[in-house]
């Protein structure tokens, strides 16, 4: 069974300080790892996936298969990045489905 | 990235009565669709998968007879909630996967906006 484990249902952080978001996961095969971010009021988006290993809105996330995590990180955050944010796991093969984690609702205050 | 609607993106209905919610890909043909329920202050929790010209797959513990969905053309889903009950009271959304092979297989899902039903 695949699972997606965000530990922290709400993190605030101030204008300018750097941010972690935390994302464990457990999958028995070579998974695909994802952030979605859902802003107020808008549809869930893609933030980025651990294979293109890409920069977006200077967040970055890398895969630790050792500790089985995905951590998404900024060393600066900005008062837009405040969204809720989920990490995702998509198993190998063709199905494609996505497994969410509970989600952590990330506040930069001023 | 590719385009998904909903429709509609509220209801509010009786308790007994049947909800249809349609989900279309605007922009790319779609033989796969999810559908996906979100409770408040919850995650999204995968419910099936919409198949076009076969059945859908249902997660376990999703009632297939209360949850009735259909593909019906490679640009259109629908999940009919039938008999719907307070419980049933949610927030429900599709997504279309999009497997580009270009430059390296990329697995992306494309949302919609949402369906929020209220049973009343």
């Known amino acids: 069974a695949q699972r997606v484990t965000q530990p922290e249902k709400l993190l605030s952080v101030f204008k300018g300080a750097p941010v972690e978001l935390k994302c464990n996961y457990s999958?028995?095969?070579?998974?695909?790892l994802f952030w979605y971010v859902q802003y107020s009021r808008q549809r869930l988006q893609l933030l980025l996936r651990?294979?293109s290993r890409e920069s977006i809105k200077g967040f970055t996330a890398d895969l630790n298969k050792g500790e089985t995590s995905f951590h998404l990180k900024k060393p600066f955050a900005q008062e837009e990045d405040s969204a809720m944010y989920y990490c995702a796991l998509s198993g190998s093969g063709s199905a494609r489905q996505l497994t969410f984690g509970s989600g952590t609702q990330l506040t930069v205050l001023p | 990235g590719a385009v998904v609607s909903q429709h509609p993106s509220w209801v509010i209905c009786k308790s007994g009565t049947s909800v249809k919610i349609e989900c279309r890909s605007l922009?790319?043909?779609?033989?796969?669709m999810f559908w996906y329920r979100q409770f408040p202050k919850q995650s999204l929790m995968l419910m099936a998968t919409?198949?076009?010209?076969?059945?859908?797959?249902?997660e376990q513990g999703v009632e297939k007879d209360k949850f009735l969905i259909n593909h019906a053309s490679l640009t259109l889903s629908t999940l009919t909630v039938t008999s719907a009950h307070p419980e049933d009271s949610s927030f429900y959304i599709c997504?279309?996967?999009?497997?580009?092979?270009?430059?390296?297989?990329?697995?992306?899902?494309?949302f919609g906006p949402g369906t929020r039903l209220t049973v009343l």
């Open positions: 922009d790319f043909q779609a033989t796969t």
């Open positions: 919409s198949n076009e010209g076969s059945k859908a797959t249902y």
């Open positions: 999958y028995s095969g070579s998974p695909e």
């Open positions: 997504s279309v996967p999009l497997l580009r092979l270009a430059g390296g297989p990329i697995n992306e899902q494309f």
């Open positions: 651990h294979i």
